[in-house]
């Protein structure tokens, strides 16, 4: 199995924080911004050049031709769906939503008085479905998917843990080409379930909106072959 992780696009929250490095405003489940949306679909469209290029070996660590994919899989938060919509979309196939796939945190917000991170409901199923009709659901709590506490650092080893053997349930020991549309403080939990930690890295795993990863398993030959790809974005779209 081939597994790109890749960030969704700009979202109204990133916005928030580099406009004013505040987090006053942010929305618990926020959208993609017209930034977002066309990162999105310039995404969409340098994966769909990829499809059915036969690379120039057997092993084409640098993806020189552009990603191919197989399979598409999101977390169940709007930023992550609507950029795997784009793609979905291009390349005329499903998109899987993994409940396990989330933000690091979940859906919260924080009390502007107390700062306390208080979880809130989450999308209902009606609320999913309508993001895009290829979004495939997984069996969730229709009132609202989240619907618990805020997220603490010390359950997200475990749960990427979980993320990372599901897909290595469905795709391992395949030629799949799997992509997933997920988020930044994620992408540093599952890098630490991938090389086997039991805690984040200590030094930080930046990755752009829309940046892509690249990580091989494949029996014991597993690999990292690259992080934070963007060469599909001019640098004025970079965020």
Known sequence: MQLYFIRHGQSQNNQIWSESGSRKGRSSDPGLTDLGLLQAQVLA?????????????????????????????????????????????????????????????????????????VGQTGKTQDELA???????????????????????????????????????????????????????ALFNYFMAAAVGLDQRPAIWFYLNNTGISRFDFNGEDQALIYTNRTEHLESQYLT
């Open 45 to 117: 469209d340098f994966v769909h050049a990829g499809q059915g290029v036969k690379p120039a070996s057997s092993f084409d660590e640098v993806n020189g031709n552009g990603i191919e994919v197989t399979h598409l899989y999101s977390s169940l938060m709007a930023r992550a769906i609507l950029t795997g919509k784009a793609v979905a979309e291009k390349l005329d196939m499903p998109l899987y939503g993994l409940e396990d796939a989330y933000e690091g945190g979940g859906v919260y917000l924080e009390d502007e008085e107390s700062g306390e991170l």
């Open 130 to 184: 309508a993001l895009t009709d290829r979004l495939v659901l997984p069996a969730i709590n229709p009132e609202g998917w989240w619907n618990r506490p805020f997220e603490p650092r010390e359950e997200r080893i475990a749960r990427a843990k979980r993320l990372l053997g599901l897909l290595l349930d469905r795709h391992g020991g395949t030629d799949d080409k799997v992509a997933l549309f997920s988020h930044a």
